[in-house]
Structure formats: C-alpha cells, structure tokens
C-alpha cells in the first residue's frame, strides 16, 4: 500500500514546508504546478521536471510543457534549461555547477506569460556516509502471518562537527535472478527431442534496477554526538525474485537546509500513514516555489539544494523461506496430453525434481520477461 501512496503523493500532493494548509477540494476545479528538481555537488545535469496535478480519483502524470526554466547562482552564472523530452528540463554538462557554499535560484516562465520563482537555496558542506548495513528481520502484522522474512537495510553517517544536520536518502536497488527453471530439452510435435539451445543458456540470468520507492529524512539537532547511527531504512521481502541471487543497494545521502528537510519530513511522515486519503482533513502544503505576481498561488513541489555523498552494498541470498508466485510446470501424463493437444509445438521440458520433467512455457525461459536485462552492469561484483 504504501508504493501506492508514495506514487500519488509525488505526482499529486507534492506537499509541506510553510504548513499552508488547504483542502483537497479546494483544487478540483483547478491544476496546480508540480515542481520536482534537485541540483547537487554532483558533475551537471541538473534535471526539473514540471507536471500539472490531477484528481486524487483519477491520479496521472501530467507533463508541463514548453515552459522557460532557468537555473541561476549568486556567482553570476545563469542558465535555461533544455526541455529533453515533455516536461523534463535539463541543464548541459557545462553550465550551472554544483559548489558547496553557493545558493541556487530556480525561475519558471510559463507558455502563458505566468513567472515562477524559488528562494535561493545555499548548499551545505557535504557528510560521508560511514556504513549501510543488512540485518536479516521479520516483518509481522495482519497482512503476514507467516511473519515474512527479508533484509532489513540500515545507514549510518560520519560525525561532523557541527551539531545542526539535515539528511535526506533515496536509493536504488539492482538485483540478480534466474528464471525458475532451467530448459533440460525442447520436443518436436513429432517426438524429436533436441538437448541444446544457445539461445535460451543466454537468457537464464538477469539484472534489474529499479529506484526504491521510499525515501527518508534524518536530522542531528536532538543527538549528544552530531551523527545518525543505524537508522532504519527500507525492508526488502522474500514475496519476489530481488533476494533470490545477490542484491545491491546504492544509497544517495543528501545534506539539505532546514526548509527542505521539513518539507520531506512532512511528505515521510504523510506516506508513512497508509490511511492518509482517508484522514479527516487531508492537505498539502506549498513548497519554496512563489508565483513572482500572486504569492497566494498555490504551488506543490519543492526545488532541492543539497550536497550528496553515495555508497553501494552488495548482500547474498538469505537462508530464509520465499514467496515469490513461479511459473507453472504441467508434471503428470493427462496434462501434458492435454497441454499437446491444444499447443503448438516446440514443447519445453524443466527439471522440477531429480529425474521428473515437466512442460512450462517458452517465456518462463527468458529472463527478460521479469523486467531485467541478460547483461552485468559494470559495477557488479560477483560473491
């Protein structure tokens, strides 16, 4: 449930910081503004995207289009975004740079003459992050009686010497999988069997990556010693393919301002509430984002300045149950008559015990119909 919240309140609700509440009703007769957009220490580009809300019954992306967007720095540099494709906005290799210390403005000129403004937002002195770290958990509750088993992920930064932080996590996640069952031979509607296929030996083992949908806030402000020390981040179930192999997690620590952290906090804690459309009196709250003209304009969004830090972790199969659904092997004679009689041939024979074959079909021997691609990234590290 809470992916679901997640997606609805980033392309919908983007909300907080200033706490303005308003009612959702107040918006249905109207589309706002959605600003997403972070530049970081990291070499440019720098994406925006621009979108227009849409009803919380009928939650899609809208992209905003043909817009003017410039990014600019209290060094003087300026620069107008590319649209690269509809409402995604980038900066070139080569224009604004992210740099510790400077402050960051975002202006947005509608097709329709309207001017958009942030405040400048100075970007802090980046924090190493000291060690993320997997626990293997179980995750009770109503929804798993079989008290559900998977890795729970932590992280942990460096200290720093001044004792008012704000942090900000995303992630992404890759993994490796194989199909469920290995081809052992393929048979001819006229009994000819055949031992080897090249084709399908390529297609036994993927990778996917995917960006976590979750994200996270932290703050050193209430801590004696001015670090975070293994705070919880997602948890990552046995219920798919992602732990059966080896699983990676890169995670992205930002230093943000006060502003922004309570911005994301306020949208963390929104998602964290799974009953959050069924509150008494939902609401959002506008982000660092004015219309130069009318202040009162409602705008959703945020416009992001943080320095980043990074690190990948590479964890192996738990011993553990899973529950990931797999794909069906017809094992006894009347079935696979039957499959016979209503299939076209090739027929596809697996190995489900030893010395007992079953028929499954052609695109359970291929990888990529799981999502993932037959080819190692080139950060991979083999166990």
């Known amino acids: 449930m809470k992916i679901k919240f997640l997606y609805l309140l980033l392309l919908l609700l983007l909300i907080i910081s200033c706490r303005e509440e308003f009612f959702m009703d107040d918006v249905k007769s109207e589309q706002l503004i959605v ?33 003017e967007v410039i990014i600019n720095d209290d060094k003087g540099t300026i620069e107008k975004l590319t649209e690269i494709s509809q409402g995604v906005y980038s900066s070139s290799k080569t224009g604004v740079q992210g740099t510790v210390g400077n402050k960051y403005q975002l202006s947005i000129k509608t097709p329709k003459g309207k001017q958009y403004r942030s405040d400048p937002q100075e970007m802090k002195e980046s924090i190493e992050i000291d060690t993320v770290s997997a626990e293997l958990a179980y995750l009770q509750g109503v929804d798993f009686p079989y008290s559900l088993p998977g890795y729970q992920f932590y992280i942990s930064t460096k200290a720093t010497t001044t004792q008012e932080n704000y942090f900000f996590w995303d992630m992404s996640e890759t993994y490796e999988y194989d199909v469920d069952n290995e081809l052992k031979f393929i048979e001819t509607r006229f009994g000819e069997i055949i031992y080897s296929n090249p084709r399908y030996d390529t297609l036994k083992t993927c990778w996917k990556t995917n960006k976590v949908n979750y994200f996270f806030t932290g703050k050193t402000t209430n801590l004696e010693v001015p670090l975070i020390t293994n705070k919880p981040l997602h ?69 992001t300045v943080a320095s980043i830090s990074n690190k990948r972790i590479f964890i192996n199969r738990p011993i553990a149950p899973f529950y990931y659904p797999t794909c069906v092997v017809i094992t006894d004679a009347r079935s696979i008559s039957e499959y016979k009689r209503t299939h076209r041939d090739p027929y596809f024979y697996v190995e489900v015990s030893v010395g007992e074959y079953g028929i499954t079909a052609e695109r359970c021997l291929d990888c990529r119909n799981y999502g993932g691609k037959p080819s190692k990234p080139s950060f991979w590290i083999n166990k």
């Open 35 to 67: 600003v997403d957009g972070f530049v970081t220490n990291d070499a440019p580009p720098y994406i925006i995207k621009l979108s227009l809300s849409s009803l919380t019954s009928e939650p899609k992306n809208i992209p905003f289009s043909n817009c």
């Open 235 to 303: 948890f990552v179930s046995t219920e798919t393919k992602k732990l059966t192999k080896r699983y990676s997690l890169l995670v992205n620590q930002f230093v943000i301002d006060k502003n922004a952290y309570n911005y994301w906090k306020n949208i963390e804690s929104q998602i964290s509430n799974d009953n959050f459309l069924s509150t008494t009196q939902p609401f959002n709250s506008v982000g660092n984002i004015k219309n130069v003209n009318n202040p009162e304009e409602k705008i959703w969004g945020y416009f």
